[in-house]
């Protein structure tokens, strides 16, 4: 599979539009934010989920599912089904507990 593929299959999908000033709409339609900013160059798409139905199936009538043999089984169904590893064992479990215990970690003495 070439590289950013898996990213074009990513919706990114922003919410309470009714909520936000004009400065954070503008924003969020920039796709300002880093994360996003990276997912967009590599093909990810952006829709606004309004609160109503109309968005909804537009983001949902967006997604494209490809044949099931052309799917390819993410690194943490390999692990967790074909491995039998639990969850904190698997690669994207040992990066969650290790970003908490770094969080852990810096505000130790805070409070």
Do not use: Y
């Amino acid at each position: 599979m070439r590289e950013g593929q898996l990213q074009e299959q990513v919706v990114l999908v922003t919410t309470m539009w009714d909520e936000v000033t004009e400065e954070v709409d503008s924003a969020r339609e920039q796709g300002t934010c880093g994360f996003w900013r990276v997912m967009i160059a590599l093909g990810s798409t952006t829709h606004h989920f309004e609160r109503t139905t109309e968005p909804a199936w537009k983001i949902i009538n967006s997604l494209s599912v490809p044949p099931l043999a052309s799917r390819r089984q993410l690194q943490i169904h390999l692990e967790m089904v074909d491995e039998h590893l639990p969850l904190q064992r698997t690669a994207a479990g040992r990066s969650v507990l290790d970003t908490l215990n770094d969080l852990i970690s810096s505000f130790k003495g805070i409070f």
